[in-house]
């Protein structure tokens, strides 16, 4: 659940987006999202499997998720453990026995210790796809795994404005998972204040957050409704069940910064192929302002617009995180990427996302995706720039500018 972040201007975009917002039924032409034959990196494994080309490991549970994970090219390094109850699996999620999750740029694996494996692959054209394995017979052949239907109520309702994505939650949870209360509904990105972050979750490292609300555990009160209990990792569940006994808070401020990326792209693909579909091929003139908005809106959080700050002593993150995380950056000639990291004032040293080199921007339709770079290289040029963008100094500008000019793949030629 989320809370929305009470900055003026964001709240203009929303609320110009929800005036004039197009009506997106996934499920019906011309989307047919459950007809689509998917094309993601699980898909693409699930073939490589029934046709032998990859094997996994059946030993155990942890063997069996190491290789999901290593076949996925998803980082150990990446994990998250949260233990409000959430998830196809919320009946066995709880401070006793956590979830761990993992990601890379397009996929998404869950783990509970004595359930299941599921996953989210972010398909190019709809958006998430959702499968499940089945429970695990140590030492036998892998469990079966089918895509499921069953996660639209959550994944596909008001946080995701009605299309499937992605969804993040901060509530204090009881012993038995369930929440007691809600600290962010309905909202998901890097805007969102790290003080209304992490309930439900366990968070380590050096973060330096004076109050956060990670590693606490709700309990009724008689007197004062319900009061809070810290809980550290491994305090109440056993955490050698999972691959590791830690929850960095760098991945889990990259993980933010993904969802955002991911639900407001397909969000407006969502909305684009309906557009395109009402005027045949074209985009009516009456749709223009829509597409507008839907690009002013990717670009400023492309450009990270209304970031969240991070403490006054910033933060550390995880040495192996960070190693898998840039292995695949894609440096200019002169050094610079968009995965470099500063995790003093803000994530990233180049505020320009570098989820811009996923299938999920390089497919999202020409016609929308030309408008977000006029709007973002307004807020990058030297003279006259949108005053929006006014938190990226000049030279930081001239970087983005060059490193998206020499790696990224279809930009305009008129590009600068």
């Known amino acids: 659940m989320m809370v929305r972040l009470v900055t003026f201007s964001l709240f203009c975009v929303a609320a110009s987006v929800l005036a004039l917002e197009t ?33 996994l490991d059946t030993t155990d549970d942890k063997t069996f998720l ?19 109850a959430s998830s196809l699996q919320s009946e ?26 599921e996953i989210i ?47 993040a939650e901060s509530l204090l949870p009881m012993l ?10 309905d909202e998901q990105g890097h805007q969102i204040p790290l003080e209304k972050r992490f309930g439900g979750w366990h968070l380590t490292g050096q973060h330096h957050l004076k109050d956060s609300l990670a590693n606490m555990m709700g309990r009724t009160s008689a007197s004062r409704g319900f009061e809070k209990t810290r809980i550290e990792p491994g305090q109440m569940s056993d955490l050698s069940l999972h691959l590791l006994s830690t929850s960095d808070i760098l991945p889990h401020l990259v993980h933010e910064h993904q969802l955002g990326f991911e639900n407001r792209i397909f969000h ?18 009456k749709a223009k302002p829509e597409m507008e908005e839907l690009a002013e ?5 492309i450009l990270f617009v209304d970031e969240a700050k991070l403490p006054q002593q910033g933060i550390e993150g995880d040495a192996d995180f960070i190693r898998e995380f840039q292995r695949n950056k894609k440096p200019v000639s002169a050094g610079p990427s968009l995965k470099d990291l500063d995790l003093k004032n803000r994530i990233f040293k180049y505020r320009c996302s570098y989820m811009l080199y996923t299938d999920s921007w390089q497919k999202l339709p020409s016609i929308l995706r030309e408008r977000v770079y006029f709007k973002m290289a307004e807020g990058l040029r030297d003279q006259n720039p949108n005053p929006a963008y006014a938190h990226l100094p000049p030279e930081e500008k001239r970087a983005i500018r060059l490193i998206l000019k020499e790696t990224l793949p279809g930009l305009p030629s008129w590009w600068r």
């Open 66 to 84: 190491t290789s999901i994970l290593k076949a996925l090219d998803i980082p150990i390094s990446s994990q998250l453990l949260v233990f409000s």
């Open 268 to 285: 407006a693909a969502y909305v684009m192929r309906q557009l395109l579909a009402d005027g045949r091929g074209s985009l009516p003139m």
């Open 92 to 117: 066995i999620i709880n401070p006793r026995n956590p979830r761990a999750l993992y990601f890379n740029e397009d996929t998404y694996v869950g783990f509970v210790p004595g359930g299941k494996v």
């Open 297 to 301: 809106e990717l670009a400023r959080y």
């Open 176 to 185: 038995s998972g369930a929440s007691l209360e809600t600290y962010r509904r």
């Open 23 to 55: 009506q997106v039924a996934f499920r019906e032409a011309p989307h047919k999202y459950l007809e689509h034959q998917p094309d993601d990196r699980f898909s693409r494994l699930q073939k490589q499997i029934e046709k032998g080309e990859v094997k």
């Open 121 to 167: 692959a972010m398909d190019p054209e709809m958006g998430a796809m959702f499968y499940i394995f089945e429970k695990l017979r140590p030492g036998g052949s892998p469990p079966p795994m089918m895509r499921s239907d069953k996660c639209f109520n959550c994944h596909a309702g008001n946080a995701t404005r009605r299309v499937p994505g992605l969804i």
